[in-house]
């Protein structure tokens, strides 16, 4: 078989349908740039699950009083609440921390929005006991025995806020796959037309090619790259795309909270770049290869 044959054809048979070739992969460019928007959102979800995995705590906040007054935890009610806490046999361990320490920590966390810590005063930051369970999934309990107690304002579960933040990326996660799948369902259709197209224009020289003794396979193979080859392109053009969302996009939707979140990195792109490309070869030769076989007689 020679190469540059086959080459030449697959070249020709671009050129030919050079419309229905930017269609075919733009429209593979946008299903895969999907795919990848939500492969990376799957990561960015799987890094702040094990990041938070075993940090999950529930926060007992105090009330204005006790964090104005008893920066140390001295006095009644705090002193009887943070012994009963340690007491708790669902409890494994107990921090306290007074205003000051949780605005110290507000402005670790907010580093890189200098503004918001501009805005922020120690004050309006409630002392608190970060609670760690024996059963973090189990939150609960802690709420039903510590809310309304003494010196207690409110019972945070943390995984809460965690799951909820989880949950609406889930969501964007499911919207891209849903894009993604409604793309790709129009560029298979796309491909198979092209294939059929590129088949019919050159029906005289393939037949000629048969009747000297060319097999099926070689006669096919030209269509067959044709369709590899577009999906390599929108594949490249795909990822090209991810990176200008995750620059333009994602970067600016986290902010300040990649010290809170896990983040998105150019590692995790890198990460999930060659699954476009093996999806896009994958779904350009299969139906290339179904399409030849079912509707192209050559």
Not at 28 to 38: D, E
Not at 75 to 84: E, G, V, Y
Not at 135 to 143: E, F, L, M, S
Not at 190 to 219: D, K
Request: with cysteine; proline share 3%.
């Amino acid at each position: 078989m020679r190469a540059s044959f086959v080459l030449s054809e697959v070249l020709t048979g671009l050129r030919r349908n050079v419309t229905m070739t930017i269609a075919m992969i733009l429209t593979t460019a946008i299903s895969l740039a999907m795919l990848g928007g939500g492969l990376l959102f799957v990561r960015l979800i799987d890094k702040s699950q094990a990041l938070y995995q075993d940090k999950l705590e529930v926060s007992v906040y105090l009330v204005n009083d006790v964090s104005a007054n008893d920066k140390s935890c001295a006095n009644d009610p705090c002193r009887t609440l943070r012994s009963d806490l340690e007491k708790d046999p669902a409890i494994e361990t107990v921090t306290f921390e007074n205003r000051d320490q949780a605005f110290e920590r507000f402005k670790r966390i907010f580093e890189a929005q200098p503004e918001l810590v501009k805005l922020a005063r120690p004050e309006a930051l409630p002392a608190s006991f970060h609670v760690k369970l024996f059963r973090p999934d189990r939150p609960d309990v802690i709420q039903q025995t510590y809310n309304g107690k003494p010196g207690v304002d409110n019972v945070i579960d943390q995984g809460q806020f965690l799951r909820d933040i989880f949950g609406k990326f889930n969501l964007v996660r499911n919207l891209a796959f849903a894009i993604a799948l409604v793309m790709a369902v129009a560029a298979l259709l796309l491909i198979a037309n092209t294939v059929q197209v590129s088949a019919f224009t050159r029906r005289t020289e393939v037949g000629i090619m048969r009747l000297v003794g060319a097999t099926r396979w070689y006669t096919q193979l030209p269509f067959l790259l044709e369709a590899v080859v577009t999906g390599v392109v929108g594949a490249i053009l795909a990822v090209v795309m991810v990176v200008m969302f995750k620059g333009l996009f994602l970067d600016d939707l986290l902010g300040g909270l990649t010290n809170v979140l896990g983040g998105v990195t150019t590692l995790d792109i890198l990460l999930v770049s060659p699954w476009l490309l093996l999806t896009a070869i994958g779904i350009s030769a299969v139906t290339g290869y179904v399409t030849l076989r079912l509707y192209v007689r050559t």
